[in-house]
């Protein structure tokens, strides 16, 4: 095969933006993903001809929002009509609620909100890099247990793989799961590569 886009599974987003006018948007991405823990950066990939690229232009601020499995048909259309003929807010039936620390609308009905600036966009080819620092986290209490900690697992969210959506699966091992078996210096399987 000659070089292209195989990599994945990869995370579904719903992105909100407002434009200077106050115009919002949703659509979805699934070109997106984590850069850096400190300071939390994320990235989202859009073509230059959607109208949600203009809009983030504008502003500099949008919200990634992780698809749970129960909005993937929403997810779909957002992505699949453009918020210029449409208000895709209201045809979904979204909540449109004030984010913290941007101007771009957090969607009441997911989970899980990752509010952000972007700090630098690199033209790429057929998308615009968005460069984005995440300035503030807004996720239901539901995902918290007693202890205040925070379980991903109970968002139920999506993933996208060659232009299907699943279901994440099951917990097959917590991070570090190889040390408790590693010799110093040695293989996962403990033996010396």
Not at 9 to 37: E, H, I, K, Q, S
Not at 118 to 130: A, C, K, P, T, Y
Request: charged share 25%.
């Amino acid at each position: 095969m000659k070089g292209s886009a195989q990599l994945g599974p990869l995370p579904v987003v719903l992105v909100t933006c407002r434009g200077a006018d106050g115009r919002a948007n949703v659509f979805t991405a699934a070109w997106t993903g984590t850069v850096c823990t400190a300071p939390p950066m994320a990235y989202v990939s859009v073509r230059p001809s959607r109208r949600s690229h203009a809009l983030i232009s504008e502003t500099k601020e949008l919200v990634l929002h992780p698809v749970p499995a129960s909005l993937v048909r929403e997810a779909d259309w957002c992505g699949t009509y453009t918020g210029a003929k449409v208000d895709k807010f209201a045809a979904c039936g979204f909540t449109a609620e004030e984010g913290r620390e941007v101007g771009a609308p957090v969607i009441a009905e997911c989970p899980l909100a990752l509010e952000c600036r972007v700090r630098e966009v690199r033209r790429l080819g057929s998308h615009d890099l968005f460069l984005c620092e995440i300035v503030a986290v807004d996720a239901e209490e539901s995902l918290f247990d007693e202890k205040n900690a925070l379980h991903m697992e109970r968002a139920e969210l999506t993933a996208f793989l060659h232009g299907d959506y699943y279901a994440l699966g099951k917990k097959l091992a917590h991070i570090g799961v190889s040390a408790g078996k590693k010799k110093r210096g040695g293989s996962p399987r403990g033996k010396r590569g």
